[in-house]
């Protein structure tokens, strides 16, 4: 399992959009992947319940990556947070 | 007359007949069901329909609102087919074995109230969104065609609130304005509204059932007020201001992207003047060629202290790429005289005017003006930043100026950050800087007349004293011959000229300048296009 941890920037959180790039792009990969705001965790494929957890400008999240291709999902997945939140 | 505050969200005027959209709140009957499957089959149709529906919104929002604000409704067929979602709704006709169109239903509610009980504003917001992919999900189910406003002549929509497929689906012609109960500036039918350009008040405290259909309002999107049955003065004021932004939109619409040239081939920048890192909304939406003149004291006034060479380059940095590669010409610190900040410490003066300001400060105090210095060279990497002196009055100044200048520009080296060396100019605005133009013109790269303090100087007038005004001649001859000199000693060094004091936005003398042969004008956002017109229209040779 790979794991890392990331404090949103974007003045709007993980807002709509982004929230719905990131359900896209988690897709692309065969792991689960589990995003966690203090003690509350969601999938990262199911947008709704992303959006609900509110995560806000300044939260830090973490984000873990489980499965076959956890290497290149977290690569990917840093990547998008960092360009995108 | 009855008059209502809520939030503007998008600004213009609009008078016209209330079109009351009450909730299509779809109802939905609770059925017993044998068939459990036949339902999830129902479920997957309504989908597939609402699927290509939201395409096609898609492609319309696309055209008329720009991808970024279209992609919402992307949003919403991922929310449609969202796993939770969808599965709450299975177990639900499976468990209780109930129509689709009541789960649906429930589980919308659900969910919708899930986000409306959130902290966070933006989130909240997310309600209606929610609501519209289960409405849409019950439509297809009750083989509703999505309900088309029918609207013959141009109305102001009056409704609690708007989905964003609704707010698309409007027919943008008959459409006057937008007045909602709820709704943030957050909400889909806020960001829509702006971006087509419709007068739109939300949050106003209204009771829709009180409201008659046809009653005539009036809606104010920049006061964020709305007015019912308004009374014949208060009319005639709006049918002004109407008539005001219309005539506005068509020059904008005549002269946006059009050259600022006149008859016979004479071109002339028209630049706009600058307060505020937000105003170049402004300048874009005039279409300025550049700004003229960025007053960079809004960094100075109103704090405790100095602001950072961190915080100015921030500043500038945004300015510049804000203006993709058009010219930003900054000022230095411009403080002293009528403006004013404690931290400055320069104490009472007895002639403000004739004391310590502008460049003066920034000579005496080289900890004040280095760090603007240094902000001004790094954001000049960003972009077409030009920086401007003001208060010239000696040719050692300037000496001074540039001594300073390669101090900077070797402690940047020394400490590796990266700039590059702007155009310098200096704003003519005292006499004196008039009458050694000539030897000036041959120090800098450009001039900037500052026709309100040139004026108060010649004139021997102060400015703030309204006793005076009838000696206050801003067409004084005296002003209009300096304007010319300079511009001549420019010209024979081979350096431009512009204006940017309130002269420059003085249609009546325009004609004028351009004969003298100035260069550049620089006026607030709004005159742009007004000038660009006159000037269009104008021919220089006789």
């Given at each position: 399992?790979?794991?890392?941890?990331?404090t949103?920037?974007?003045?709007?959180?993980?807002?709509?959009?982004?929230a719905?790039?990131?359900?896209?792009?988690?897709?692309?990969?065969?792991?689960?992947?589990t995003?966690?705001?203090?003690?509350?965790?969601?999938?990262?494929?199911k947008?709704?319940?992303?959006m609900?957890l509110?995560?806000?400008?300044?939260?830090?999240?973490?984000?873990?990556?489980?499965?076959?291709?956890?290497?290149?999902?977290?690569?990917?997945?840093?990547k998008?947070?960092?360009e995108?939140? | 007359?009855r008059?209502f505050?809520?939030?503007?969200?998008?600004?213009?005027?609009?008078?016209?007949?209330?079109?009351?959209?009450?909730?299509?709140?779809?109802?939905?009957?609770?059925?017993?069901?044998?068939?459990?499957?036949?339902?999830?089959?129902?479920?997957?149709?309504?989908?597939?329909?609402?699927?290509?529906?939201?395409e096609?919104?898609?492609?319309?929002?696309?055209?008329?609102?720009?991808?970024?604000?279209a992609?919402?409704?992307?949003?919403?067929?991922?929310?449609?087919?969202?796993?939770?979602?969808?599965?709450a709704?299975?177990?639900?006709?499976?468990?209780?074995?109930v129509?689709?169109?009541?789960?649906?239903?429930?589980?919308?509610?659900?969910?919708?109230?899930?986000?409306?009980?959130?902290?966070?504003?933006?989130?909240?917001?997310?309600e209606?969104d929610?609501?519209?992919?289960?409405?849409?999900l019950?439509?297809?189910l009750?083989?509703?065609?999505?309900?088309e406003?029918?609207?013959?002549?141009p109305?102001?929509?009056?409704?609690?609130?708007?989905?964003?497929?609704?707010?698309?689906?409007?027919?943008?012609?008959?459409?006057?304005?937008?007045?909602?109960?709820h709704?943030s500036?957050?909400?889909?039918?806020?960001?829509?509204?702006?971006?087509?350009n419709?007068?739109?008040?939300?949050?106003?405290?209204?009771?829709?059932?009180?409201?008659?259909?046809?009653?005539?309002l009036?809606?104010?999107?920049s006061?964020?007020?709305v007015?019912?049955?308004?009374a014949?003065?208060?009319?005639?004021q709006?049918?002004?201001?109407?008539?005001?932004?219309?005539?506005?939109?068509?020059?904008?619409?005549?002269?946006?992207?059009?050259?600022?040239?006149?008859?016979?081939?004479r071109?002339?920048?028209?630049?706009?003047?600058?307060?505020?890192?937000?105003?170049?909304?402004?300048?874009?939406?005039?279409?300025?060629?550049?700004?003229?003149l960025?007053r960079s004291?809004?960094?100075?006034?109103?704090?405790?202290?100095?602001?950072?060479?961190?915080?100015?380059?921030?500043?500038?940095?945004?300015?510049?790429?804000?203006?993709?590669?058009?010219?930003?010409?900054?000022?230095?610190?411009?403080?002293g005289?009528?403006?004013?900040?404690?931290?400055?410490?320069?104490g009472?003066e007895?002639?403000?005017?004739?004391?310590?300001?502008?460049?003066?400060?920034?000579?005496?105090?080289?900890?004040?003006?280095?760090?603007?210095?240094?902000?001004?060279?790094?954001?000049?990497?960003?972009g077409?930043?030009?920086?401007?002196?003001?208060?010239?009055?000696?040719?050692?100044?300037?000496?001074r100026?540039?001594e300073?200048?390669?101090?900077?520009?070797?402690?940047?080296?020394?400490?590796?950050?990266?700039?590059?060396?702007?155009?310098?100019?200096?704003?003519?605005?005292?006499?004196?800087?008039?009458?050694?133009?000539?030897?000036?013109?041959?120090?800098?790269d450009?001039?900037?007349?500052?026709?309100n303090?040139?004026?108060?100087?010649?004139?021997?007038?102060?400015?703030?004293?309204?006793?005076?005004?009838?000696?206050?001649n801003?067409?004084?001859?005296?002003?209009?011959k300096?304007?010319?000199?300079?511009t001549?000693?420019?010209?024979?060094?081979?350096?431009?000229?512009?204006?940017c004091?309130?002269?420059?936005?003085?249609?009546?003398?325009?004609?004028k300048?351009v004969?003298?042969?100035?260069?550049?004008?620089?006026?607030?956002?709004?005159?742009?296009?007004?000038?660009?017109?006159?000037?269009?229209?104008?021919r220089?040779?006789?």
């Amino acid at each position: 399992m790979k794991k890392f941890d990331y404090t949103i920037q974007d003045n709007c959180g993980i807002h709509a959009r982004p929230a719905g790039m990131l359900v896209k792009e988690a897709g692309k990969f065969e792991s689960k992947i589990t995003i966690w705001k203090e003690d509350r965790f969601v999938d990262v494929s199911k947008l709704i319940a992303l959006m609900g957890l509110g995560v806000k400008k300044g939260d830090t999240v973490t984000v873990e990556i489980d499965g076959s291709d956890e290497e290149k999902a977290a690569e990917a997945l840093e990547k998008f947070f960092k360009e995108n939140l | 007359m009855r008059e209502f505050n809520g939030k503007s969200v998008c600004h213009g005027t609009a008078y016209g007949r209330a079109f009351v959209v009450k909730k299509a709140d779809v109802s939905v009957e609770r059925k017993k069901i044998e068939d459990i499957e036949y339902e999830i089959k129902r479920i997957e149709y309504a989908k597939e329909k609402a699927s290509r529906d939201l395409e096609q919104l898609y492609k319309k929002a696309v055209k008329e609102v720009g991808e970024a604000n279209a992609a919402i409704f992307q949003i919403h067929e991922m929310l449609m087919e969202d796993a939770d979602f969808l599965e709450a709704i299975y177990r639900m006709i499976r468990t209780e074995r109930v129509n689709a169109e009541y789960a649906v239903a429930v589980i919308g509610n659900y969910f919708s109230n899930m986000f409306a009980g959130m902290e966070d504003d933006y989130m909240k917001a997310r309600e209606i969104d929610i609501k519209d992919i289960s409405n849409r999900l019950v439509r297809n189910l009750q083989g509703y065609e999505s309900k088309e406003f029918a609207m013959k002549d141009p109305v102001i929509i009056v409704a609690e609130d708007l989905t964003p497929s609704e707010t698309v689906q409007l027919d943008k012609e008959k459409i006057l304005a937008f007045v909602t109960v709820h709704g943030s500036t957050n909400s889909h039918t806020a960001i829509l509204a702006r971006m087509m350009n419709i007068p739109a008040v939300i949050g106003v405290p209204l009771e829709l059932d009180t409201i008659q259909p046809d009653t005539l309002l009036i809606v104010d999107g920049s006061e964020g007020k709305v007015i019912f049955d308004p009374a014949e003065d208060v009319r005639r004021q709006a049918e002004e201001k109407i008539r005001q932004e219309k005539e506005r939109l068509q020059l904008l619409q005549m002269q946006k992207g059009q050259e600022n040239i006149t008859l016979d081939g004479r071109k002339i920048n028209i630049y706009a003047n600058i307060g505020n890192v937000s105003d170049v909304r402004y300048v874009l939406e005039n279409d300025a060629g550049g700004i003229g003149l960025f007053r960079s004291e809004f960094l100075y006034l109103g704090k405790k202290d100095f602001p950072t060479e961190e915080e100015q380059f921030n500043a500038y940095r945004q300015v510049v790429q804000m203006m993709a590669g058009k010219p930003v010409i900054i000022r230095t610190l411009d403080l002293g005289a009528d403006k004013q900040v404690d931290y400055l410490k320069i104490g009472c003066e007895e002639n403000p005017a004739l004391g310590c300001r502008a460049i003066r400060i920034c000579l005496k105090r080289p900890d004040i003006f280095k760090p603007q210095l240094r902000a001004l060279l790094r954001a000049a990497a960003y972009g077409n930043l030009y920086i401007m002196y003001p208060m010239i009055t000696s040719v050692e100044e300037v000496k001074r100026i540039y001594e300073i200048i390669e101090e900077v520009k070797a402690e940047l080296d020394k400490e590796e950050i990266s700039y590059k060396m702007p155009k310098q100019g200096i704003m003519i605005e005292t006499p004196a800087a008039v009458m050694i133009s000539d030897e000036l013109a041959k120090m800098v790269d450009f001039f900037s007349i500052g026709t309100n303090d040139l004026t108060q100087y010649t004139l021997a007038l102060d400015r703030q004293n309204e006793s005076l005004d009838e000696f206050y001649n801003t067409h004084h001859t005296a002003v209009l011959k300096m304007v010319q000199i300079v511009t001549e000693n420019a010209h024979k060094e081979g350096i431009w000229v512009g204006i940017c004091g309130e002269l420059g936005a003085d249609m009546s003398l325009t004609e004028k300048f351009v004969k003298m042969g100035i260069d550049e004008i620089s006026v607030v956002p709004s005159m742009v296009l007004k000038l660009r017109k006159q000037i269009r229209e104008m021919r220089i040779e006789s």
